[in-house]
């Protein structure tokens, strides 16, 4: 009978595994198959031990009746994992660090600025045990309920990892490195107890929890839950590829629930890196290693500001009111309708000034089930939301220019935000950004442009020369009570922002006007 199937962190079948059986001096023997299921003739309790070479080995307890239904196994890989939970934590709080890794590992603190500043080391973190650092995955689909590390084995409250906050509001990141060589940085946000300055920055979680598909699911693929099996060939298995008509899915569906308790890859920041290098890999970009190049360069140029994840502005963690700018992260792609209306009141009706130095902004909605646990809706919000973005952004998504880039040129050289750049009419700047996947410029990757439902009275800064018209569109408009948004409209204009002076010096021109009228 088919026991059920094993794969690991990533849904990718497990073959070969070497599975035992016992119950009491009974001892049967199989293996998992190419498609990672397991099949032995049992009924009763049984204990089922599981090992395969490059895993984490683990017991099992199995309780087969003729109710029994097959079960998703996992098997952890053997390599540095982990988060902290919670990811956001008000300064002076505590979060816990929840690491897998097959070996102790030390444990330092560093903030990041626009250098990377070490605050702290938490000394080497092992136990008495053989590779006692380990941690272990749930059975089935963990990506809607989250990982639960440092749940078993840790149930002794001085175990606890518990880890206090600085009091500096801003991007932190834990580094873990191994006797072996293996090192891992995962970020930390700290928010302040209550606002502190006239700026505050949004990291843009939503979409890093869209995107994060730690545990076999994102919103791009197995949105609905993950299958009956686990993937042995993409282009064979996942339907984001065999039925890409239907992908993602249908408009008036809601997918399954992603849990932010997890590990997020795409967040590592190599030990090694400098603001001013270049960002590898598909999604990095729109992860903290972006979020670094945005409030690294706010240091550099003396700007202080709050952090907050986007996550605060639905749950009311501070009041809008408080600040007098807010500024977006480069890909602030999903949100609420909670959320965008309160942004759109702020700037509509009380004053506001938002600054939307990204692309893709306000495109798809999510649903909370929790603070941890978040459901993603099928992209276009009009039904939802009840309008485009681009009545409070300026400008909304056009796929024509999608992973492309190109420099921007210049259309109003003589509006305030290009005083000190001598740019003229037709003059091109942002000729480069720090984004591997699309290099050419700093309109690139994923572009807004002005529609239909832009505000009067925009003013049409400059224009990205991608090809056939594709470029992002630069915009700038006012509010009659004195509320004003900016928008760059393209993900890599944060990514320029520490290499291109002109990027530079147009964003500083916005923030100075927006902080001091």
């Known amino acids: 009978m088919l026991l059920g199937y094993l794969s690991d962190e990533h849904f990718v079948a497990i073959s070969g595994a070497q599975v035992e059986l016992t119950r009491g001096d009974e001892s049967l023997a199989t293996v998992s198959r190419a498609s990672g299921s397991i099949h032995a003739e049992i009924s ?139 090192f891992l940085s995962i970020p930390w946000l700290v928010t302040p107890r209550k606002p502190q300055e006239k700026l505050a920055v949004l990291a843009s979680t939503l979409s890093w929890n869209a995107y994060n598909s730690w545990g076999g699911r994102s919103n791009y693929f197995h949105q609905a839950g993950l299958p009956d099996r686990p993937v042995v060939c993409s282009r064979q298995d996942v339907g984001r590829y065999t039925d890409p008509d239907l992908w993602p899915f249908a408009e008036d569906e809601t997918g399954r629930p992603l849990s932010f308790e997890r590990p997020e890859p795409a967040a590592h920041i190599p030990q090694q890196a400098k603001i001013t290098d270049t960002i590898p890999g598909r999604t990095a970009s729109c992860f903290a290693p972006g979020l670094w190049r945005q409030v690294g360069w706010l240091e550099r140029e003396g700007i202080p500001f709050d952090l907050w994840p986007e996550t605060a502005l639905e749950f009311g963690d501070f009041a809008l009111e408080d600040y007098k700018v807010l500024m977006l992260d480069n890909h602030p792609e999903y949100c609420t309708g909670q959320m965008y209306h309160r942004l759109k009141t702020w700037v509509r009706e009380r004053g506001g000034r938002l600054i939307y130095p990204g692309g893709c902004g306000f495109l798809c909605e999510v649903e909370f089930d929790s603070r941890d646990v978040v459901r993603c809706r099928q992209e276009c919000l009009s039904t939802q939301r009840g309008e485009s973005e681009a009545h409070l952004l300026g400008v909304a998504y056009s796929h024509a220019g999608f992973q492309s880039a190109a420099p921007y040129q210049v259309k109003q050289a003589d509006h305030w935000v290009f005083a000190g750049t001598s740019l003229q009419n037709g003059d091109l700047f942002g000729h480069a950004s720090l984004h591997e996947r699309c290099p050419g410029g700093a309109s690139g990757h994923e572009l807004d442009q002005i529609v239909a439902e832009s505000p009067a009275g925009l003013s049409h800064l400059a224009r990205g020369t991608n090809s056939a018209e594709a470029g992002a569109d630069l915009v700038l408009y006012e509010t009659e009570s004195g509320g004003a948004v900016f928008s760059a409209g393209s993900l890599c204009w944060t990514l320029a922002l520490p290499i291109d002076q002109h990027v530079s010096t147009i964003t500083a021109n916005v923030l100075q006007r927006f902080l001091g009228g």
């Open 44 to 182: 009763g309790r049984w204990k089922m031990t599981v090992n395969a070479p490059g895993f984490g080995a683990r017991h099992y307890e199995l309780d087969v009746s003729p109710q029994y239904q097959p079960v998703q196994f996992r098997l952890l890989s053997s390599r540095l994992a982990g988060y902290m939970w919670p990811k956001t934590v008000p300064a002076g709080g505590t979060s816990e660090y929840c690491i897998n890794s097959p070996e102790g590992f030390r444990l330092d603190l560093y903030h990041y600025g626009w250098e990377k500043k070490f605050i702290r080391s938490y000394g080497w973190c092992d136990e008495h045990g053989p590779q006692a650092m380990r941690q272990l995955l749930p059975t089935g689909d963990f990506t809607q309920t989250g990982c639960q590390w440092n749940r078993t084995g840790y149930n002794l409250e001085y175990q606890r990892h518990g880890i206090t906050a600085p009091e500096q509001s801003g991007l932190y990141g834990l580094h873990l490195s191994t006797m072996s060589g293996e």
